[in-house]
């Protein structure tokens, strides 16, 4: 069956969306949350990047246009939340597949829909980063903790060149461009996690954090 680009980004909308409530009710576990935060933090981290998407490009939110968005993202959450109160806590390995689909998928949703907005590449690629990032900033902000994207993983990085794949390869198939950019995003992130590597910190600022004084006697 063959899916134009508005299809396409709803169908990756939607795998993102489910990925990533298991990673929002994750954090929430971990933070010791109720039903309701638990609930929350689901929600918000699988619509999160989607909404911001919408907003940039001036349209209204998928999330509140499509009744469908929420009731993915709520029973998505609701599952995780059934998950975690049985087994306490999502097994490493499932939370990284699932963190790196859901990125690969709104990297790839993202780069789609500012191709279909008639955007430069630039703003492509950000569009991408926007989408698998949004979410899961929000989360972190949400837990009280620096987002994961500022500080300790590649996300923001394996969305970009999953969002420039779509561009580069959009012009050729669209389908194929969308399962090269997921394909690329979720590698590039589950590449990094397995080897543990990370983005360097300048110099300069370690030895500031590591000189200066506590966060608590600032």
Known sequence: MHLGSTELVGTLDRIGIVAFALSGVEVGARKRLDLFGLLVMGVVTATGGGLMRDVVLGRLPYVIGREDYLLWAV??????????????????????????????????????????AEV????????????????????DLLADRVPLVLRSEVNATAAALGGFAVWAAEPIWTGGAALLG????AGVRL????????????????????????DGER
């Open 191 to 214: 590449i990094t996690l397995a080897l543990d590597v990370h983005l360097p910190v300048p110099g300069g600022v370690a030895e500031v954090v590591a000189d200066g004084p506590p």
């Open 75 to 116: 029973g998505s959450s609701a599952l995780s939340i059934l998950l975690v109160s049985r087994r306490r806590s999502i097994p490493g390995p499932l939370l990284a597949v699932a963190d790196a689909a859901g990125l690969g998928a709104f990297a790839a949703a993202g780069a789609l829909a500012g191709i279909r």
């Open 120 to 139: 430069p590449v630039a703003a492509v690629i950000l569009l991408a980063m926007l989408t698998a990032t949004g979410g899961g900033a929000v989360r």
């Open 182 to 185: 997921v394909g690329v995003a």
